[in-house]
């Protein structure tokens, strides 16, 4: 008989469970474990952060957490249940947990096992973020039933009875999905007028950003499958290219890449090779879960069902790493879009960026990018307007998608059977956004520009945090603090 089973054999209550529930409640526990402990003491702590995190290691460690168990039940004759919480007999000298010494002891306690593999499994499960919140990234085709166990409780005898039941949703998955994609926030009117070649034009025409596409228990799924690609290419298990993790020679350099679909070569290599993709080299096809993003972008008309996504950079940023000022490649056809993790950064446009120092640029708008949002870059926006993202002030990722010119692809590509025929979902999008922009007018009259006697145009505007037209002619070197009324100039004679 295995660990597990001798743990459940003393504890028949969890026999009315299977192992994968035992798991979903080990995480949603584990979660909560802080707020359990607050009153407890390091000992009782320690013993209950042992049993929440037995109950999802399928036998594996369960041996020290029952010798725990048997440990807990004599001590807790120990203490006393009438004592002020935090107070237990064996630990008597010892003063009351404070807020901060129990919360230090519990993330002590939920450290992560560094013999734990950073690997994906081959098929993942749904953790109890996602069934709590409904929003794990599934096909829309698929349909959930969810076990609800009523859980009684005598008042007199204490008797605790559980009855099986199951309980439908009140709302189907397409009505989820429809409320989901009826919240998100789609903005289309950036405005930044500059000089080019002798006309004036909006150099962010056809930029869209799109938020609240992905919820924080997706991006968290996201981020941690990057993360176990990151440690597959340390260890060298993804083909040829698809893995570079480039020496950091400077401020600024050394971003580590990994790409899918095919290999973008960024420079002119040491063989000659010219920037754009390389037919001869070899990378890993898209991730199922990228997949299952790309469908998201589609369906949720964030990207046009006529450009599907068939390749995808991954960037890892730690602080300090940028992107110089740039143009994407016409290899790659337009619209295409970039989602940002972990921590909100700037990117900064302007048909003529100035590279300042390392990792520092000056252009003519800065648009700050919000955890999970979608940049949609296409138009002006894609092909007239260089963009760059300044050092970035804390660890950041970002995954940019695109679908290659049929003339560029590698050879021996083969389309994604799963990524042909996605159709948008058939709900209106732009009475919605007519609805939710009531600033829209104002944003175009306060970017008019006001004409000067020296030729050049004058911007004047509010440069408040949040607003994605802030003060025109970006510098990164310089921020401009919360509600302050900035003046920004741009000399139209470029």
């Not at 049929?406 to 209106?428: A, H, M, N, R, V």
């Not at 037209?469 to 070197?477: C, D, E, I, V």
Request: aromatic share 8%.
């Amino acid at each position: 008989m295995d660990d597990l089973a001798r743990l459940k054999s003393d504890d028949p209550f969890l026999l009315q469970y299977q192992p994968s529930e035992l798991r979903i409640a080990s995480e949603f526990l584990t979660v909560w474990l802080p707020f359990l402990s607050r009153d407890l003491c390091q000992d009782c702590t320690r013993i209950l952060s042992d049993r929440i995190r037995s109950l999802g290691q399928d036998g594996k460690g369960a041996s020290s957490s029952t010798s725990n168990i048997v440990e807990c039940k004599e001590r807790v004759e120990n203490c006393d249940g009438s004592s002020s919480p935090g107070s237990c007999k064996h630990e008597a000298d010892a003063d009351t947990f404070s807020l901060e010494s129990w919360k230090e002891g519990a993330s002590r306690l939920l450290e992560p096992n560094s013999e734990s593999p950073l690997t994906e499994t081959p098929s993942p499960r749904m953790s109890w973020a996602d069934m709590a919140q409904e929003d794990e990234l599934e096909e829309g085709d698929e349909r959930h039933e969810f076990n609800k166990r009523v859980v009684d409780i005598n008042s007199s005898t204490g008797e605790l009875r559980i009855s099986n039941s199951v309980e439908k949703p009140k709302l189907s998955f397409e009505q989820r999905e429809h409320i989901r994609f009826m919240n998100v926030n789609r903005k289309k009117d950036f405005i930044c007028l500059e000089r080019v070649k002798g006309k004036l034009v909006n150099i962010l025409e056809g930029l869209e950003l799109h938020t609240g596409v992905f919820s924080a228990a997706e991006q968290k799924r996201i981020v941690d499958f990057v993360y176990s690609l990151q440690e597959r290419g340390r260890k060298g298990e993804l083909k040829g290219r698809t893995y570079s993790a480039p020496n950091k020679w400077m401020r600024g350099k050394g971003r580590v890449t990994i790409q899918f679909g095919c290999c973008y070569n960024y420079a002119t290599d040491k063989n000659g090779n010219p920037p754009g993709i390389l037919k001869n080299e070899e990378v890993d096809p898209l991730p199922h879960l990228f997949k299952v993003i790309i469908r998201r972008l589609v369906k949720w008309h964030v990207l046009p069902p006529t450009c599907v996504p068939d390749s995808c950079i991954v960037n890892i940023y730690e602080e300090g790493d940028c992107i110089p000022p740039h143009i994407d490649n016409h290899d790659f056809v337009r619209p295409f879009c970039t989602v940002s993790f972990l921590s909100e950064c700037n990117i900064v446009f302007g048909s003529n960026l100035k590279v300042l120092g390392p990792g520092e640029f000056a252009g003519s708008i800065a648009i700050p990018l919000p955890l999970g949002s979608v940049l949609v870059l296409q138009g002006n926006g894609a092909d007239v307007a260089k963009h760059c993202v300044p050092a970035v002030p804390a660890k950041r990722i970002s995954i940019t998608f695109r679908k290659m010119d049929e003339s560029k692809q590698p050879f021996g590509f083969t389309p994604e059977p799963d990524l042909q025929g996605i159709q948008p979902l058939p709900y209106e999008v732009d009475k919605k956004q007519r609805l939710k922009s009531p600033n829209s007018e104002r944003l175009h009259h306060v970017r008019r520009p006001h004409s000067r006697r020296d030729g050049k145009f004058e911007y004047r505007g509010s440069a408040e945090r949040g607003d994605f037209q802030s003060a025109l002619h970006y510098s990164s070197r310089s921020r401009r603090g919360p509600g302050n009324r900035g003046r920004g100039r741009m000399d139209v004679d470029n």
